[in-house]
C-alpha cells in the first residue's frame, strides 16, 4: 500500500476488522453503519 500513496494513488479497502483500519498505513478511515458514515478520521 506504500507503494501507491508513493506514487500518489488511491486505494479504498472494505472489510470488518477495525485493527487493520487503525493501522499506520491508512491516511484516513471512514466508518459506515447501514451505508451511513458514522465516524471519519484522519485528513480530508
Known amino acids: ?3 501507491f500513496k508513493a506514487a ?4 479504498v479497502v472494505a472489510g470488518h476488522d477495525p485493527l487493520m483500519a487503525g493501522s499506520t498505513v491508512a491516511d484516513r478511515v471512514i466508518a ?3 451505508g451511513r ?3 471519519e478520521e ?3
Open 42 to 44: 484522519g485528513n480530508r
Open 8 to 11: 500518489g494513488k488511491t486505494l
Open 32 to 34: 459506515l453503519r447501514d
Open 1 to 3: 500500500m506504500a507503494e
Open 37 to 39: 458514515v458514522i465516524e
